[in-house]
């Protein structure tokens, strides 16, 4: 259903996007159970089509906004990646992983490792863009200045 902002039910289910944090992307899981939200608020929220879009969790690291988030399916195996960047020059990876709660199987993100370049690039920029290249295992990571 469509969000509405008067609505009291959606602006308290998602909340990023009505407490003046913009939402600067979105992006599908690739079995498309899952959305991905990044804002301003310098979070990423993981949220279940199959129940509502029910917020699952939400990941934090990156002390500015998140820019751009991608999901990928590995070629060898077709382990899971979510990748995030951020204003702060970080990329972050995350990877699902199962996890019993209540007898219910859930997903759990959990950081593998972050990529930090503040110290070692010169100049002023943020990472605005990032995208997996799905048949060579490659992420790819840009900014707009330059």
């Known amino acids: 259903p469509p969000v509405h902002s008067d609505d009291a039910q959606y602006k308290a289910q998602f909340g990023s996007i009505h407490k003046a ?3 600067w992307t979105c992006v599908y899981s690739p079995c498309a159970r899952y959305l991905a939200t990044a804002s301003e608020d310098q979070c ?3 949220w279940d089509t199959h129940h509502e879009y029910k917020l699952v969790q939400t990941l934090t690291g990156h002390s500015t906004a998140v820019t751009c988030i991608d999901w990928t399916l590995l070629r060898d195996g077709g382990e899971e990646l979510f990748a995030t960047c951020a204003d702060d020059r ?3 990876i995350w990877k699902p992983q199962k996890k019993t709660i209540n007898k219910s199987e859930e997903l759990e993100w959990t950081l593998l490792h972050t990529f930090d370049a503040t ?3 010169l100049g002023w920029f943020t990472f605005t863009y990032l995208r997996f290249q ?3 295992n490659i992420l790819a990571c840009g900014t707009e200045n330059g």
């Open 21 to 23: 944090a913009d939402v």
């Open 44 to 46: 990423t929220k993981i």
């Open 90 to 92: 970080t990329v972050m």
């Open 119 to 121: 110290s070692n690039v």
């Open 134 to 136: 799905r048949d060579a």
